[in-house]
């Protein structure tokens, strides 16, 4: 049974003269797995006493679909490129939408976040962690190669001084 059903019966018990927790008993007895809350009772009674009667849903608030739009994502992709360094707000500014939608876009869909003044992704991709990998063994073997160097030119000067 959908909500609006529930509410035309709690409607129906309401405007037979039955108190909130007679209702929740007699819907739990009818439909115990699915009936609606003690509170969505009271709500529902509280909106017939101040006259409301309609049982439909009203409209409601939240952020308006139009703009989560393919044209909003790839225009702030686009200003991202072009420059890392830009700002939230003027982003919003530029494309005459609010700051949230924007924020949403970036961190939700895009999977970046804002790091020392700059956007960068919040998971690096595979090629950036293999060239992690690849610069760390790369450093691994300077590191290796320097102290082969260092402790050779030790040697030397040992035997230097000890002659």
Not at 54 to 78: A, L, Q
Request: hydrophobic content about 35%; proline content about 2%.
């Amino acid at each position: 049974m959908d909500k609006k059903k529930f509410r035309v019966l709690i409607r129906y018990c309401f405007f037979k003269g039955k108190h909130t927790v007679e209702e929740k008993i007699w819907l739990d007895s009818g439909f115990p797995d699915i009936a609606p809350g003690k509170s969505t009772i009271k709500d529902w009674y509280a909106n017939f006493r101040r006259g409301e009667v309609s049982t439909k849903i009203g409209e409601c608030s939240g952020r308006p679909k139009g703009v989560v739009i393919d044209e909003n994502f790839k225009k702030i992709h686009k200003i991202i490129l072009n420059d890392r360094k830009s700002k939230l707000n003027e982003i919003a500014d530029t494309l005459k939408i609010s700051t949230e939608p924007v924020h949403h876009i970036i961190n939700e869909y895009f999977g970046m976040r804002k790091l020392c003044g700059k956007w960068v992704q919040r998971e690096l991709i595979f090629d950036q962690k293999q060239r992690r990998v690849d610069d760390s063994k790369q450093c691994l073997k300077m590191k290796s190669l320097t102290n082969d160097i260092v402790s050779s030119c030790i040697k030397q000067r040992e035997a230097v001084n000890s002659t």
